[in-house]
């Protein structure tokens, strides 16, 4: 066996053997010998390597959970013994994770019972106030491998109840109708009127709901549209469902006939499902995410006896905070301690750490990495530099907004069935002027575009779920009609062009002994530091690791340890001394003091890219980049031209950017993975957010692609295009049945019957059409 | 012929009492989460530790 029996990780050389299974780490094998003393095993027989490898956190990391304005946020429900939480779990992604924390109670016996929601990845659970807090669950969760995620999430917006009891109401109305109707289809009660009123007054009692609840979206949603003066398909679909519900009930009423009730029913409740195919989302993701998700919940503020631990919210101006290792900056501030080391790849994309000297300026977003620092607030949270580059697009994006080509088709369509409406009218005028009401009616009720409002849905629903099932997560079905339309497409390049997971490591003198070299592998793999690991795989395969004593880590700086009376130290230049360069990425290896090796990392471009410039020779193509232009050649290498890369770009010259390219009338998609590209994903038609981790932060964007399906970008335009063709296919298919139905209304001879058949075929058919032909072409995936 | 408005207020009340059933049954939380049960339900039980 290869890989950790945990977490699946390939084991390092020496692994940790415990009941004849090998562990990656220390970590993977206490969280085994825990669920075994618990009876747990099975979790490791419903999926293998299920587990996750354990975060190593400070044991007072959730501390701030015991502090009551921050623990009540998250507690649902208390009294004096027990108490109920509900926690967001980003780790979870199996069944034995759904096993393991739903038995969190024979780990702990004051955990009194815990249930998972999958989809959210969520787990509710109910504890013992009385003997365990709020924190100690949390560290428990941390522990084996689930820590929870306590950034607050903009709750999504799922299915909401109501609409199922609409879709509920409708179906039940449309079904019921059907059943009585049937014999009149036929005929059969012409000749007994008090069985036609009886069932036709049923049917009026029970569509009443359906007309007054179920359908009130597409009332509000017609009147909107008509007061702010443009249409939408809900105007002609408003239109239909009145007149149809007026004439049946005047009919009904009048003794005239059953009406069209059991084709009202059907309209609403196809209608609805369509609605209802369309706002399925993807749960445990989050498009728009605020800032606040991003920063810390709590933080530790100096005081006159030591620190203590405040909600981030009540930070003032001028407080000292205490921010320690892997801590994010909370706010703009001015560093109190000598030095600190800074992690900003998160806000510029740019993973090389950055320095600070006492006094200087730190904005909020980094992260710290070394020792505990000191700082001074400059200014508060909602006011940083960061929130607001933040704030500054949220509101861009609305006016932004795409007309669906829908809603252009849909404006000529109702264009045109007045004009087919008042035509026809005169014409009757002078046939047989009793029947003009008749006519007009049955047009808008024949009209009603019930397959033309299920066309879009059904189609783009479906594209939205074969990217999705590609690594491309969009958050609503319109951005698969803005992919269609790129033309222009722009890179972040630190992170998106660049692969933050590949490294290529260059050593400047390859010339040493076997023996320093074994002396280096072996020192690289007991540091945590990044840089240090990509050390570490480079040499993984070759040289034979040596034995070292004496191990000294200093956090952010570097490693040292002995061998054979020699002392040997790796990491920053600072940290071996005596060398000016300062060159971010490089570290330097010295023995006893003097640098015998200088290595340097840089990130590796994603090998796809020369491949997907080729397939796109019709699109403009654009680099933005925050660094300078060190990295040119590599980029022509790569295929890009000079005059396409644009450097030293700050976050709002990305967005002005992008805003003059849409001036010139191209639509933009916006490829970023950084804070710093907020302003950019929102200002482009489409911003697509790289992530390396679906579940982690991403920046608010329209859509989130998995990093590991990066090389598909250019197939994922070719299914947006597809999709867009198929639309226009169903969009003809129920065109063509309105003009059948038109041509039944215009003669005035349309039966209930033949709105009752063509009304649910229509549908059917569009449903069927659009599913098959976007299924088919992809079901084995879109490679 | 008096038959057949019995036999469509015995179906309307079957439609009606499912109907109540699904509207209960969304209310009560029946449709939240579609994946978990069906792994739960395949758990083994495991003999109880009789403690109380």
């Known amino acids: 066996m290869e890989n950790c029996y945990h977490c699946g990780d390939v084991l390092p050389t020496p692994s940790i053997l415990l009941d004849q299974k090998e562990f990656c780490c220390q970590g993977c094998a206490n969280v085994y010998s825990l669920l075994n003393s618990n009876s747990l095993k099975d979790f490791y027989a419903y999926e293998k390597t299920p587990g996750i490898k354990p975060n190593k956190g400070r044991s007072d990391k959730f501390q701030f959970l015991d502090i009551p304005e921050i623990r009540a946020r998250y507690i649902q429900y208390e009294d004096e013994k027990i108490a109920r939480v509900k926690l967001s779990l980003p780790t979870i992604h199996c069944s034995s994770c759904i096993y393991l924390l739903e038995n969190l109670s024979k780990i702990n016996a004051h955990v009194l019972t815990s249930q998972v929601h999958f989809a959210k990845k969520e787990a509710t659970i109910v504890f013992d106030t009385n003997a365990i807090s709020l924190s100690e669950i949390a560290d428990l969760l941390q522990f084996i491998g689930y820590e929870p995620d306590f950034g607050r999430k903009t709750e999504i917006k799922g299915i909401q109840k109501s609409f199922l009891l609409k879709i509920g109401l409708a179906g039940f109305a449309f079904g019921s109708i059907m059943l009585w109707s049937a014999p009149d289809y036929f005929g059969i009660t012409l000749d007994n009127l008090s069985f036609r009123n009886f069932t036709a007054y049923l049917s009026f009692i029970v569509s009443l709901p359906v007309f007054l609840y179920s359908a009130n979206e597409y009332y509000v949603s017609a009147y909107k549209a008509i007061r702010s003066r443009s249409i939408n398909l809900d105007v002609p679909i408003t239109l239909g469902i009145l007149a149809l519900y007026a004439q049946s009930t005047y009919q009904i009423f009048t003794q005239q006939g059953p009406g069209y009730m059991d084709s009202f029913a059907g309209f609403i409740f196809f209608l609805l499902i369509g609605k209802w195919f369309q706002n399925r989302t993807y749960q445990s993701l989050s498009f728009d995410r605020d800032y606040s998700s991003y920063f810390p919940v709590a933080i530790h503020r100096m005081s006159k006896n030591g620190t203590e631990i405040i909600p981030i919210e009540q930070l003032k101006q001028g407080d000292h905070i205490q921010v320690r290792n892997e801590e994010i900056i909370p706010c703009d501030s001015i560093l109190v301690s000598e030095e600190a080391q800074l992690d900003f790849s998160f806000v510029t994309g740019e993973s090389a750490l950055v320095k600070k000297k006492k006094g200087d300026l730190i904005y909020a977003g980094g992260k710290l990495i070394g020792m505990t620092i000191e700082l001074a607030v400059k200014s508060e949270t909602n006011r940083s530099h960061l929130t607001q580059l933040w704030n500054e697009t949220k509101d861009k994006k609305e006016s932004n907004k795409l007309e669906r080509y829908q809603d252009r088709i849909s404006r000529y369509f109702l264009i045109i069935l007045i004009i087919v409406a008042i035509l026809s009218g005169i014409v009757w005028a002078f046939i047989d002027p009793s029947e003009i009401m008749t006519v007009i009616v049955s047009i808008l009720i024949v009209a009603c575009p019930c397959a033309l409002a299920l066309s879009s849905p059904f189609t783009l629903g479906n594209t939205l779920s074969v990217l999705g099932k590609n690594g491309l997560y969009l958050k609503n079905t319109t951005v698969v009609e803005a992919l269609s339309e790129i033309t222009t497409i722009v890179f972040d390049k630190t992170g998106t062009l660049t692969d933050p997971l590949a490294y290529q490591v260059q050593f400047t003198h390859t010339n040493l002994p076997d023996e320093v070299w074994g002396i280096l592998k072996e020192l690289s793999s007991h540091s945590t530091h990044p840089l240090s690991k990509v050390i570490h795989q480079a040499l993984t395969n070759q040289y034979q690791a040596l034995k070292l004593n004496d191990f000294v880590e200093i956090k952010g700086k570097g490693i040292a340890a002995s061998y054979q009376d020699k002392n040997y130290q790796l990491g920053s230049s600072t940290f071996v001394g005596n060398v000016s360069s300062t060159e971010n990425g490089t570290v330097f290896f010295a023995q006893d003091g003097k640098v015998i090796q200088e290595i340097h990392v840089m990130s590796a471009f994603r090998s796809s890219i020369p491949t997907l410039l080729s397939q796109w020779k019709d699109k403009r193509i654009f680099v933005l980049s925050g660094d300078d232009e060190k990295d040119l050649p590599e980029l022509i290498a790569l295929g890009f031209k000079t005059e396409q890369c644009f450097f030293k770009q700050e976050p709002k010259d990305k967005a002005a950017f992008i805003s003059e390219r849409q001036k010139l009338g191209e639509k933009v998609l916006m490829l970023g993975d950084g804070l710093n590209d907020v302003g950019a994903l929102g200002t482009a038609n489409v911003g697509i957010a790289l992530s390396e981790d679906m579940f982690r932060f991403t920046p608010s964007s329209d859509a989130i692609l998995d990093a590991k399906h990066f090389h598909l970008l250019g197939r994922f335009f070719q299914v947006s295009k597809y999709a867009k063709v198929v639309l226009k296919v169903c969009l003809g298919f129920s065109i063509t049945y309105n003009l059948i139905g038109l041509s039944f209304a215009i003669s005035a001879s349309l039966a209930p019957i033949v709105a009752a058949i063509l009304m649910p075929i229509s549908s059917i058919t569009v449903v069927f059409l659009s599913s098959s032909l976007i299924h088919f072409k992809f079901w084995r995936g879109i490679e | ?52």
């Open chain 2, 1 to 52: 012929m008096g038959m057949i408005y019995l036999m469509l207020i015995v179906s309307l009340c079957i439609a009606v009492f499912f109907l109540v059933f699904f509207l209960w049954a969304t209310k009560n939380g029946q449709f939240d989460d579609d994946y978990t049960p069906s792994v739960r339900m395949l758990f083994e039980d495991e003999p109880k530790l009789k403690d109380e």
